[in-house]
T-cell receptor, first 113, second 111 residues
Framework: GAGVSQSPSNKVTEKGKDVELRCDPI?????LYWYRQSLGQGLEFLIY????????KSGLPSDRFSAERTGGSVSTLTIQRTQQEDSAVYLC???????????FGPGTRLTVT | SQQGEEDPQALSIQEGENATMNCSYK?????LQWYRQNSGRGLVHLIL?????REKHSGRLRVTLDTSKKSSSLLITASRAADTASYFC???????????FGSGTQLTVLP
């Protein structure tokens, strides 16, 4: 079946602009995660959605970052007023349950110039 | 923050040899998972071992878990050039629902 998809695959933006990254999880997966992978920082957790519960935003690095998950499916990660340090690969993952393996999308490579 | 450290950071072996990667973590866990990443993009899940398990197998993969030492190892037997990738351990701990990743091991299998 279809896996997790993310769009765009690459995004180049100017410092100060806003960007939106999209994630389509596997159908039926109630858990959705966003992670960021950057050089020197490894893979770091950003935000977690579980069903209709309030999201766990504890990993968001600043208030410029926000995310939504509409209808328990598609999620959008928004970065406002992008900075060069936001350059990274943003990975989305979904899972049928938090205690199960996660299925990752191919990621969006964000470059802030 | 990184939960775990992986050892070695890089490993280069000949095709057909076995590869062993180690992972240490800091806090009590619910489960530990290993993932593979090719070319810095999406991660592929390899195996999940729960805190009450000590060993698990999947094809050419063998994972061990020692909760007393807060460590795990991943063994890949009879390696192939296609196994060349970065390998990460990741843990789920306590009430947290997200994965906390180790720093990864870059494995190169030479043909």
């Amino acid at each position: 079946g279809a896996g997790v998809s993310q769009s765009p695959s690459n995004k180049v933006t100017e410092k100060g602009k806003d960007v939106e990254l999209r994630c389509d999880p596997i159908s039926g997966h109630t858990a959705l995660y966003w992670y960021r992978q950057s050089l020197g920082q490894g893979l770091e957790f950003l935000i977690y959605f579980q069903g209709n519960s309030a999201p766990d935003k504890s990993g968001l690095p600043s208030d410029r970052f926000s995310a939504e998950r509409t209808g328990g499916s598609v999620s959008t990660l928004t970065i406002q007023r992008t900075q060069q340090e936001d350059s990274a690969v943003y990975l989305c993952a979904s899972s049928p349950h938090y205690d199960h393996e996660q299925y990752f999308g191919p990621g969006t490579r964000l470059t802030v110039t | 923050s990184q939960q775990g450290e992986e050892d070695p950071q890089a490993l280069s072996i000949q095709e057909g040899e076995n590869a062993t990667m180690n992972c240490s973590y800091k806090t009590s866990i619910n489960n530990l998972q290993w993932y593979r990443q090719n070319s810095g993009r999406g991660l592929v899940h390899l195996i999940l071992i729960r805190s009450n398990e000590r060993e698990k197998h999947s094809g050419r993969l063998r994972v061990t878990l020692d909760t007393s030492k807060k460590s795990s190892s991943l063994l890949i037997t009879a390696s192939r050039a296609a196994d060349t990738a970065s390998y990460f351990c990741a843990t789920v701990s306590g009430s947290a629902r997200q994965l906390t990743f180790g720093s990864g091991t870059q494995l190169t299998v030479l043909p």
